[in-house]
């Protein structure tokens, strides 16, 4: 477990930056996808609103190992199905690009369903309110509904970023080098098997404490002004 050659520390930590670097790219592109299918769910027309149905229910009904092997895979063959048509060599997908995507869209389909739930929790009166004084619906999104919003969502979310922390081990199955596939490498190469993925469990640990230590405070920021959630004593 050294750090320096010939111990696998550093190569550990090298598959735990890749796995945050993806959760956080992934967490970013599945909120840009939630926020934009919770406003067609909820403000779009019938078949805006068919549409986002069908993309949550698809990603939510299939295994996310499914997922990701079939836009993995599948994907990468559609994109150079596509190049070759107009004539341009096979493009080489970089696997971070392709993990950040792949998981990307599963964290939309789930964090459009959280975001909606959590505008609907807003009191609708401050949306009467907005749309009373002639506010645009982008404008009334940028300053009545996200800031309200946000305490509703931000448990959901931080679930989401959990799980995604935990999905990137999904990608070890094509072959990334995440925190798991690097683990099972270092497993295998020195046989000691208990004392590595010991070690990863340890790292998804100390992860997940930062990440609850992180999301607690800006829970509570974004619910400053409200009451406790037990009321006054």
Request: charged share 10%; aromatic share 8%; proline share 5%.
């Amino acid at each position: 477990m050294a750090l320096e050659p010939p111990g696998r520390g550093a190569f550990l930590l090298l598959g735990l930056m890749n796995s945050i670097m993806i959760a956080v790219g992934a967490t970013v592109l599945g909120l840009t996808i939630g926020i934009a299918g919770a406003c067609g769910k909820l403000y779009g027309n019938p078949v805006i609103k068919d549409l986002c149905e069908v993309y949550t229910t698809l990603v939510r009904a299939v295994p996310e190992l499914v997922l990701i092997l079939l836009l993995y895979f599948a994907g990468t063959d559609l994109i150079n199905r596509v190049l070759a048509v107009w004539g341009y060599p096979p493009a080489d997908i970089n696997g971070v690009v392709a993990g950040i995507f792949v998981l990307g869209v599963v964290q939309g389909a789930y964090s459009t369903e959280v975001l909606r739930g959590a505008i609907l929790a807003i009191p609708q009166g401050q949306i009467e309110a907005a749309r009373a004084f002639g506010m645009p619906l982008m404008l009334m999104l940028k300053r009545i509904t996200l800031p309200a919003m946000l305490p509703f969502a931000i448990p959901g979310l931080a679930n989401l970023w959990l799980i995604a922390t935990k999905d990137t081990a999904l990608l070890a199955i094509v072959g990334f080098n995440e925190l798991t596939q690097t683990t099972r490498t270092a497993a295998g190469a020195t046989k000691a098997y208990f004392t590595f993925f010991m070690a990863a469990g340890a790292l998804y640990l100390a992860l997940t404490l930062f990440s609850n230590l992180i999301l607690g405070r800006v829970e509570r920021w974004a619910r400053r002004g409200l009451p406790s959630v037990g009321g006054a004593a």
